[in-house]
């Protein structure tokens, strides 16, 4: 059996002059290369929980361990060089260049000169930094470039374990949105094993492998991942946090590819009108899908447009507004469903093949399920 | 005036040494008092009200008054001298540079902590560049403070170009008195600009979006 990377044995913190404990008996194993997020209303002690990981906060009572070693038997300052740490402000040091920056837990821990200078360009490529960047002070960035400096600055000596408290909450919806998706991609490659606190149920959702849902006292209300989370909140409390279009968010996390598409109606250009009429006949639409000779998507046409053609090439057939590809989420399908005329997805691999078809009751059929 | 000046230009010159020695040696002892004291009383919280109490008091006692108590012990001396001029130093430097560490941001700090730095690491990588404005601007105040007062210690024989004033006053030459007053106030003035000339070569990260420290 694999060892968890970061587990937490019956521990409990207690602050000084309050009467609740702020973690009370907490048991939780995190895999390794996992990306797990707690998430819970302020309060809940997800951000307690986290900085005892890297004794930012002392537990009162219990054990954690991190790939196998007690915590509480290391020297706390050579324990968090090894773990990764980005907070929500960042706290990028104002008076050292970002290069500087970059270079702080490299140069803790001894790498030389030349060793560091390559890290930091191969950072800076990772992150798509520019890198004329590197020799100006964290003052004259932008919000959306400190948060991503300080993300690399955590990364910088490889740590196996990275600890992120809110890290893109200080910017606008849009930039986070990118940052969001920029380090899930790069995580994707790295497999970090990565705590992730944040109070945002969506962005838990996106960051996500597993999501620890948290009540006060960092009681642990569910631990799963993110779909079934939504499919199956395990309490009142659960569901009251992850909220209201439940089903709209669990669309997001499913591809076009984890479900079966429709045949549904589709003609090539050589085919004749009544070739082209049977089909929809057949599939009881008014429309069909024209693909070229390769079956490449070309369009779409209706019966009225073929009455007088001789076959399908002839008319000239209306363009999809919208398509969708293997890697869309259902939740791009159902947005391309109702915004179309013919009131189905169209469904294309990566060169414009055509795949299928998507229709609203396919898609709620899995809702539902 | 100009025929003073050319008169006593080699007096000028030894007591304008002078002045700026007993100067520098009141900063720099100063300094070695007020800073651990402070990094101390920035720590331990509790220390930093009768810290600044006691150094508060130093402060108000009229020069003179202190010069005529500790000359029974001391003598016309340097040592006499630089004990008074050191002790208006103490209340302005340790407040600059506890303020100065109260202003590192909580999350530069945060982090720093976070990423590994030893609490050692932490004063003299983060803490201290950070608290620096503000304590430059504190031993700028000290340094221009100590320099009006220097004039004071010509009552005990020292007193760089404050000789010039109290010969002035005890021959009632006042442009003697005024030459005295008027190189001195020049003295503090260049002194000051060297000062924020220093800071902003020390500190260039703080001068694109305007770190203001206290003056």
Redesign the interface.
Known sequence: MSQAMISFDRVSKRFSGTTDAAVENLSLDIERGETVVLVGPSGCGKTTTMKMI?R?IEPSDGRIMVDGTDVLEQDP??????IG???Q????????TVAENIA??PK?IGWDESKIKSRIHALVEVFELDANMLSR?P??LSGGQRQRV?VA??LAADPPVM?MDEPFGAVDPIVRERLQDQFRDIQKRLRKTIVFVTHDIDEAIKMADRIVILNKGAVIEQYDSPAEILRNPASDFVSRFVGAERGLKRLALVKVSDIDVEDGPVVRMSDSRETALQVMEDCATPWATVVDADGRLHGWIDAAMLSGASNVGSVAARKFSAYVTAESSLRNALDSIVTSRTQVAVVADENDHYRGILSLERISKEIIS | MGELLAKEREEIFVKFLEHMNLTAIAIGIGLLIAFPLAVYAYRHKRFYGPLTGVSGLLYTIPSLALFAFLTPYTGLTMVTAEIGLVSYTLLILIRNIVSGLDGVPEDARESALGMGLSPRQLLWQVELPLALPVIFAGIRLATVTVIGLVTVTSLITYGGLGAFILEGIQKLDTSLSILGGVLSLVLAVLVDAAFRRAERIATPWAQSHGVSGMT
């Open positions: 890297n930012l300052v050579r324990l968090r060089r090894g740490y980005v907070i402000s960042i706290g990028l040091m104002p008076h050292r702080t837990v803790l002070y003052g004259e300080g600055r955590a600890l």
